[in-house]
């Protein structure tokens, strides 16, 4: 048996022992893995240091922090999240218990990618851990020293059986794939994203992918620029631009165009100093296939800013690049890198225009003082998700889905998401043995008429609350009565025993 098919087996048998069940049992989980991020911060910290070269601080800031959140929150929502959820019922089910049951799904494959290591691997497996599942978490090896300490750390304070780490490469992360899962959590490239899900189509398994794609961002000519280029060079460069999220690139008017080269140059300046090479709060790019891969995107375009680099030190400066055509280099896949193109676009719709031409986008920003012209991009455009007059703040709110569409994805996650994207949602109707002559109407012989019941029972909306529902019941227990009394085989005589209560019709 490979390392590989051994983890899974290990995690299989786990959860064939019912043990991640127990709410209590999640709970004890959750938090042994909040104290890791307590009491291991720093060696979380040191190992992305040498990954990425991000400050302890930013560290906590756009990782740790958001997982600690997320933890908190699922120790505290997961009796409301885990409790069956009473759903709306019928005529034909009115006295029936009905409702959803969240129930785990299995053994859950998660891979993670390297650009916020802990936080794209983590944040998934609180998910998996929430909703009672076991799960191989597969880091990603771009990240060496994040994977390694990711390995060590886990096992000491999950249950190593019920959620093992396996890491590898490519073959490591295929063999994974040749195992069978109960759900695919992949976070990365859409390329790989294909591959993931051909694979999971072999055994029908479920996938959610959280891809990347090129996030654009409009900025208005009609707002106040110094802001938008503040939120938006912090969007660009937090991480060296290796954000899933990070704007792409900026759509804007020329008029506007010097105006917006200079603010994004002045935020540079405030964040990074004069030389963000020297500066902690600068980051590096993950390694020199990256380097190589975004330094050929700016061969064909014009350097405003930036554009200093250093191949030895993985290190290029925040870059801007003005007067972009479509078929620039940097155009054509997603930068993931620190360069941010400046296109001119006539209008408003033409923008919209050039955002439809392509790939749905995992983000898109646009910067506007004017409701009308967001709520515009809004209504004639699809995103993952949409945020107006900052960046990537919207990651961080729990109770928004997050996930791609089309090419940057499918399925989300985040707070009570994460939940319910790692369970199913089991559809419960428990019924009572009684009241079995309301059934006529749906057993043979068939008949006109008791396909008309059928569709009153079915099509008919009623909103009486809770007495009218209780006085409904009670007509309808009369009228079962009556019907097993007079031992009649359809519902002929029931239209004048209904006749009293008045429905609305949905169709
Ligand atoms: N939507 C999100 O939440 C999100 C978050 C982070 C990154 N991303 C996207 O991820 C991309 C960057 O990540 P990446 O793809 O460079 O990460 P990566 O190279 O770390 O790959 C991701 C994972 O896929 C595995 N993998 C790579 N090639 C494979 C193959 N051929 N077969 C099987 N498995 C394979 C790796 O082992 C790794 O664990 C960007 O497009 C970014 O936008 C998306
Ligand atoms: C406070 C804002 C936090 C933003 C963190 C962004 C993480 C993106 C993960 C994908 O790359």
Same mark, same amino acid.
């Given at each position: 048996?490979?390392?590989?098919?051994?983890?899974?087996?290990?995690?299989?048998k786990a959860f064939e022992t019912g043990r991640s069940k127990p709410l209590e049992y999640r709970?004890?989980?959750?938090?042994?893995?909040?104290?890791?991020?307590?009491?291991?911060?720093?060696?979380? $910290?040191?190992?992305?240091?040498?990954?990425?070269?991000?400050? #302890?601080?930013?560290?906590? +800031? *756009?990782?740790?922090?958001? @997982?600690?959140?997320?933890?908190?929150?699922?120790?505290?929502?997961?009796?409301?999240?885990?409790?069956?959820?009473?759903?709306?019922?019928?005529?034909?089910?009115?006295?029936?218990t009905v409702y959803i049951q969240p129930e785990p799904l299995g053994v859950v494959l998660i891979i993670g990618a390297w650009n916020y290591p802990w936080a794209v691997t983590i944040q998934p497996l609180i998910g998996a851990i929430a909703a009672g599942n076991a799960a191989v978490?597969?880091? $990603?090896?771009?990240?060496?020293?994040?994977?390694?300490?990711? #390995?060590?750390?886990?096992? +000491? *304070?999950?249950?190593?059986? @019920?959620?093992?780490?396996?890491?590898?490469?490519?073959p490591e992360t295929q063999e994974l794939l040749r195992q069978r899962f109960d759900h695919i959590f992949y976070t990365g490239n859409s390329m790989v994203g294909k591959v993931i899900m051909e694979a999971a189509a072999k055994n029908l398994t479920p996938v959610t992918l959280e891809l990347g794609g090129k996030s654009p961002c409009y900025i208005d000519k009609d707002c106040d620029i110094t802001v938008a280029c503040r939120?938006?060079?912090?969007?660009?460069?937090?991480?060296c631009g290796q954000t899933c999220i990070a704007p792409d690139y900026i759509l804007c008017e020329p008029s506007i165009q010097n105006r917006v080269i200079e603010e994004v140059k002045k935020a540079i300046k405030e964040f990074?100093?004069?030389?963000?090479?020297?500066?902690?709060?600068?980051?590096?790019?993950?390694?020199?296939?990256?380097?190589?891969?975004?330094?050929?995107?700016?061969?064909?375009?014009?350097?405003?800013?930036?554009?200093?680099?250093?191949?030895?030190?993985?290190y290029i400066a925040p870059t801007v690049l003005q007067d972009v055509k479509p078929e620039a280099k940097v155009m054509q896949e997603?930068?993931?890198?620190?360069?941010?193109?400046?296109?001119?676009?006539?209008?408003?719709?033409?923008?919209?225009?050039?955002?439809?031409?392509?790939?749905?986008?995992?983000?898109?920003?646009?910067?506007?003082?004017?409701?009308?012209?967001?709520?515009?991009m809004r209504d004639e455009t699809s995103s993952g998700g949409l945020l107006a007059n900052d960046c990537l703040v919207h990651y961080s709110v729990s109770s928004l889905p997050f996930g791609g569409v089309g090419n940057s994805g499918m399925g989300c996650y985040h707070g009570k998401f994460s939940?319910?994207?790692?369970?199913?949602?089991?559809?419960?109707?428990?019924?009572?043995?009684?009241?079995e002559g309301v059934n006529s109407m749906r057993y043979p012989p068939h008949t006109a008429k008791?396909?008309?019941?059928?569709?009153?029972?079915?099509?008919?909306?009623?909103?009486?609350?809770?007495l009218g529902r209780m006085a409904l019941l009670a007509i309808m227990v009369v009228a079962v009565a009556v019907v097993l009394a007079t031992k009649r085989k359809d519902l002929h005589s029931l239209p004048l025993r209904y006749s009293s209560v008045s429905f609305k019709q949905c169709d």
């Amino acid at each position: 048996m490979s390392r590989e098919q051994q983890a899974v087996a290990l995690a299989r048998k786990a959860f064939e022992t019912g043990r991640s069940k127990p709410l209590e049992y999640r709970i004890y989980q959750l938090k042994s893995l909040q104290r890791l991020f307590i009491e291991r911060q720093q060696d979380v $910290s040191d190992a992305i240091k040498k990954d990425l070269n991000k400050s #302890e601080v930013g560290t906590q +800031l *756009y990782e740790t922090l958001g @997982l600690e959140g997320e933890i908190s929150l699922a120790i505290r929502k997961l009796k409301d999240w885990a409790a069956p959820r009473p759903v709306e019922k019928n005529l034909l089910t009115i006295s029936d218990t009905v409702y959803i049951q969240p129930e785990p799904l299995g053994v859950v494959l998660i891979i993670g990618a390297w650009n916020y290591p802990w936080a794209v691997t983590i944040q998934p497996l609180i998910g998996a851990i929430a909703a009672g599942n076991a799960a191989v978490v597969k880091p $990603s090896e771009v990240c060496v020293h994040t994977a390694k300490v990711m #390995e060590e750390l886990l096992p +000491l *304070y999950i249950d190593k059986e @019920l959620y093992p780490v396996v890491t590898g490469g490519v073959p490591e992360t295929q063999e994974l794939l040749r195992q069978r899962f109960d759900h695919i959590f992949y976070t990365g490239n859409s390329m790989v994203g294909k591959v993931i899900m051909e694979a999971a189509a072999k055994n029908l398994t479920p996938v959610t992918l959280e891809l990347g794609g090129k996030s654009p961002c409009y900025i208005d000519k009609d707002c106040d620029i110094t802001v938008a280029c503040r939120r938006v060079a912090w969007g660009k460069y937090t991480n060296c631009g290796q954000t899933c999220i990070a704007p792409d690139y900026i759509l804007c008017e020329p008029s506007i165009q010097n105006r917006v080269i200079e603010e994004v140059k002045k935020a540079i300046k405030e964040f990074y100093t004069d030389d963000p090479k020297t500066c902690p709060d600068y980051g590096r790019i993950i390694n020199q296939r990256h380097f190589k891969r975004i330094m050929a995107m700016l061969e064909d375009s014009t350097i405003a800013v930036g554009g200093e680099n250093d191949e030895s030190d993985c290190y290029i400066a925040p870059t801007v690049l003005q007067d972009v055509k479509p078929e620039a280099k940097v155009m054509q896949e997603e930068i993931f890198g620190p360069l941010l193109p400046i296109l001119s676009i006539g209008s408003l719709d033409e923008a919209i225009k050039f955002v439809n031409k392509r790939e749905k986008p995992l983000a898109l920003y646009v910067f506007s003082q004017d409701n009308k012209v967001i709520n515009k991009m809004r209504d004639e455009t699809s995103s993952g998700g949409l945020l107006a007059n900052d960046c990537l703040v919207h990651y961080s709110v729990s109770s928004l889905p997050f996930g791609g569409v089309g090419n940057s994805g499918m399925g989300c996650y985040h707070g009570k998401f994460s939940f319910d994207q790692l369970s199913h949602l089991r559809a419960c109707l428990i019924k009572q043995l009684k009241m079995e002559g309301v059934n006529s109407m749906r057993y043979p012989p068939h008949t006109a008429k008791k396909l008309g019941w059928a569709r009153f029972f079915i099509l008919k909306t009623v909103d009486l609350g809770w007495l009218g529902r209780m006085a409904l019941l009670a007509i309808m227990v009369v009228a079962v009565a009556v019907v097993l009394a007079t031992k009649r085989k359809d519902l002929h005589s029931l239209p004048l025993r209904y006749s009293s209560v008045s429905f609305k019709q949905c169709d």
